[in-house]
């Protein structure tokens, strides 16, 4: 991989400019949900981000055409891996804290592999196992050891919607990858987020006739926190991760992730002034080692990795 990166840098710098981008997302999201209703900040995301998508996913189909018999699966993905996960993921980190909602998503590798083990028969290894037990275990010890002790801040709820984000994510993408056989990963992206956009479409107008004047609250940094998850997260971090991947590997691709808690824990305080407790500090240890040894040897566990948050 070193030799790799001194002779073609590009792609290597293409998968952590993408990572750096949705680590940073997680503050960004929290920030802009101050602005913005939750499902109107969703609908306005992904109907920007389906525009931009749009001419590229007119172009793929010219040469795939969509199956019907494929519409339902696509749908349900888009309602998994957009729809209820971005529903949870922003319900819970107006509850939470950045650093502990980006340290419990790295339980998704090992939730890939636990579904993918019990539902598509993949081999798991004794070492999988005892890396996704403590890795659950550090997960634990972040959500509710705090209640245990006293020291929560309540953010229990909080805590729990990230890990439901998290299942729906890995849920949808299980079910994506049999069409991932027929169909690239930009046209199932351009669906889902299709999908996303119709399926906020309904709640954003509710939150509007709850508190029409909220337009006029908006701010400039809300704008700008709609502008970076629009065409930073959504669309160009997209890309950035397809580019490189296809010029490295899933193994190599997916080692990049687990920049993203250090970017959003280093984001989170010194913009939100958020701060690391012991018992954070101690479950996040549990989860960083049980990610490593339960996505050991596992090398094409969530080929669709992103576009979550």
Known sequence: ???????????????????????????????????????????????????????FFIAQTKKIKIKTADLPKLVGVGILMVTLNITFFFAGIERTTVINASVLTLIIPMLSVILSWWFLREHIFIINLIGIILGLLGAVVIVGLPELTGSSNGALIGNVLIIMAAVSWVVGAMFSRKLLKTYSSLEITAIIFMVGTITFFIPATIEY?????????????????????????????????????????????????????????????????????LIFLAGAILIAIGVYLGTFAKQAHHRLHHHRH
Do not use: C
């Not at 949900?33 to 001419?55: C, K, M, V």
């Open 1 to 55: 991989m070193s030799s790799g990166i001194l002779t073609k840098p590009w792609p290597y710098l293409a998968l952590l400019i993408a990572h750096v981008i949705w680590g940073a997302n997680f503050v960004v999201a929290k920030v802009t949900l101050q602005e913005f209703p939750p499902h109107t900040l969703a609908f306005f995301r992904f109907a920007l981000a389906s525009l931009l998508l749009a001419p």
């Open 209 to 277: 006739f709850q508190d029409p004047g909220w337009p006029a609250r908006i701010t400039s940094l809300g704008l700008l926190g709609l502008t970076y998850m629009t065409l930073l997260s959504s669309v160009s971090a997209y890309f950035l991760f397809e580019w490189g991947l296809s010029r490295t590997s899933v193994v190599i691709a997916d080692l990049f992730q687990y920049i993203e808690p250090f970017i959003a824990t280093t984001v989170a305080i010194l913009v939100l002034g958020e701060e690391i407790s």
